[in-house]
């Protein structure tokens, strides 16, 4: 039985997995998305998101802390730089893991795993928020109003001309 046993092993040894973990959220930060098996991204998401989580605070201690996981000083940049701009205001969250299906060699089922943030097609576009549309309290009569006296005095200097 495993109880209290919460660590997905993926069939390798803690130093194995530890390696390919890091790899993996170094690959994830420097490229904002990459493809591997379901169980490798349900794994590195638990192990990326914290990292993430201490990025948004750029102390010294934290990116030590973050080294030491990563051992990548262009990932760990990247992360309490660019990273850490676009999630600061999330509460968590930082990942998003799609399903692509089975891969072709040996059937096992592929996932993207990308940060939600630096995707253009599901956010709010280019990472810019779009204000609403401003609330004004006037009637729309009111603007046909404006509008059909805008038109009025347009018309008058070309009937004046055409007269001449």
């Known amino acids: ?25 170094c690959q994830l930060i420097e490229h904002k998305r990459i493809i591997t098996t379901i169980a490798k991204a349900k794994a590195l998401r638990v192990y990326v998101e914290p990292l993430i989580t201490k990025g948004k605070s750029n102390t010294t201690h934290q990116r030590r802390v973050v080294f030491s996981y990563l051992q990548d000083k262009e990932a760990v940049t990247e992360l309490f730089g660019t990273v850490a701009e676009k999630v600061a205001g999330r509460p968590g969250g930082y990942t998003r893991i799609i399903k692509l299906g089975a891969r072709p060699g040996d059937n096992a089922e592929k996932a993207m795993i ?27 009569a009111a603007k046909k109003k404006a509008e059909g006296a805008a038109d009025k005095t347009e018309e008058t200097p070309a009937e004046d001309k055409a007269g001449e």
């Open 1 to 25: 039985m495993r109880h209290g046993d919460k660590v997905k092993n993926l069939s390798r040894t803690k130093a194995h997995r530890d390696a390919l973990l890091s790899n993996l959220a």
């Open 114 to 140: 990308e940060l939600v943030d630096f995707n253009e097609i599901y956010g709010k576009g280019k990472g810019e928020a779009k204000a609403p549309a401003k609330k004004t309290r006037r009637s729309a």
